[in-house]
């Protein structure tokens, strides 16, 4: 929690400037996100292209900053987006080979019937406060979970902002009827968070330092609520069709998060560039998300069994997909550690 204790022991003349300039910030960042915009590097002709969707504050950065990807037998080709949702819709499309995205967002993809494989995964080891929240502004009458109910909160849908939403009525035994959820983009929840138009909202890192920095505070905490898991997730397809490029690009990954773990601050300089976003925040984003490589095993499919059913039980999934098939493991990557 020491970045989060940064941010909240400037001055207050530096607390007042970064409320009133983390909007423009924050507009910057999603301009430069440009839903599908591509980074195209040059290589020999006829070598393979891997096509890598990034999160804003993600896989694009980390392998950057950790020179993972220097002497790679193929050209990597990134495309940005500002969250989960649109990233697995372009995997599903076949417009991107291969993105993370969080459990949440992805089950609720596969349930839908997006033709996505999870190839690998990542998980956030130890689970830190303020990764993933429900913030509300600093003057509200929100002070306790139980008060969200009748209230309006705003987040993605099918994302990990959603799941904590659930999980947390669930906990304090209330329906999902109860509140009233707000489906918007990132940009366009904050925006409707700012205005007053929605009394909370359930979000992520990057967006919840940026947030905090505006005078937000954390109503409800997701530590407790959810996995820490995110899945390298590829086209179905292009899992058999690259496969040795996409072993090759996990233990690359695999590397990279072990290097981020060890440069933190090396990271979040390289993070705050690509991004826009305040070095203090970037920081705040990196040691919050200590993301480490797990085994696709018998423990860990049951907890997603447990996500989907979570899902299902509040009304917001009706596929049903088989779980088994949803997983397609390459390489042999270890748990960190081990």
Same mark, same amino acid.
């Given at each position: 929690?020491?970045a ?38 040059? *290589? ?8 890598v969707?990034?999160?804003? @504050? ?35 499309a ?9 459990? *949440? ?9 997006q033709?996505i494989r999870?190839i ?6 130890p ?8 913030l509300?502004p ?6 306790a979970?139980?008060d ?23 906990a ?6 109860d ?5 918007l ?13 929605? !009394? ?11 947030a ?9 905490d997701?530590? !407790?609520?959810?996995? @820490? ?16 490029e996409?072993t090759?690009?996990?233990q690359?990954?695999?590397r990279?998060?072990?290097? *981020? ?18 070095? !203090? ?6 040691t ?8 696709i ?7 997603e069994t447990?996500v989907? *059913? ?5 009304g917001?999934?009706? @596929? ?14 270890r748990?960190h550690?081990?």
């Amino acid at each position: 929690m020491a970045a989060y204790r940064d941010l909240h022991s400037r001055s207050p003349r530096a607390v007042e400037a970064a409320k009133k300039h983390w909007p423009i910030l924050l507009v910057a960042m999603l301009a430069l996100i440009g839903l599908g915009a591509c980074t195209r590097h040059d *290589a020999p002709a006829g070598q393979t292209v891997l096509r890598v969707g990034s999160q804003r @504050g993600g896989t694009k950065a980390l392998l950057l900053s950790s020179g993972v990807l220097q002497d790679a037998p193929y050209r990597v080709e990134w495309s940005e987006f500002p969250a989960a949702q649109n990233l697995l819709e372009a995997i599903g499309a076949g417009a991107v080979d291969v993105g993370v995205a969080g459990d *949440a967002p992805f089950q609720f993809a596969y349930q839908s019937g997006q033709p996505i494989r999870a190839i690998g995964a990542l998980s956030v080891r130890p689970r830190p406060a303020g990764a993933l929240a429900i913030l509300v502004p600093h003057d509200s009458a929100i002070h306790a979970v139980t008060d969200l109910k009748g209230k309006r909160i705003a987040t993605t849908r099918g994302s990990v902002g959603h799941y904590l939403i659930l999980r947390v009525l669930a906990a304090i035994g209330l329906a999902p009827g109860d509140v009233r959820i707000s489906f918007l983009s990132p940009g366009d929840s904050k925006a409707a968070f700012d205005t007053g138009s929605v !009394d909370a909202w359930s979000t992520w890192s990057p967006y919840v330092p940026i947030a905090l920095a505006g005078g937000a505070r954390i109503a409800a905490d997701g530590s !407790d609520y959810y996995s @820490g898991t995110a899945f390298d997730t590829a086209n179905a397809t292009a899992a058999q069709a690259k496969k040795a490029e996409l072993t090759d690009f996990l233990q690359r990954e695999t590397r990279a998060h072990a290097w *981020a773990k060890a440069h933190p601050r090396d990271y979040a300089k390289v993070l705050a560039r690509e991004t826009g976003l305040p070095e !203090d925040v970037a920081f705040y984003h990196v040691t919050h998300q200590p993301l480490v490589r797990v085994p696709i095993d018998a423990a860990l499919k049951a907890e997603e069994t447990d996500v989907v *059913a979570n899902f299902r039980k509040a009304g917001a999934l009706t @596929g049903s997909q088989p779980l088994d098939a949803a997983y397609l493991p390459l390489g042999q990557a270890r748990p960190h550690g081990k």
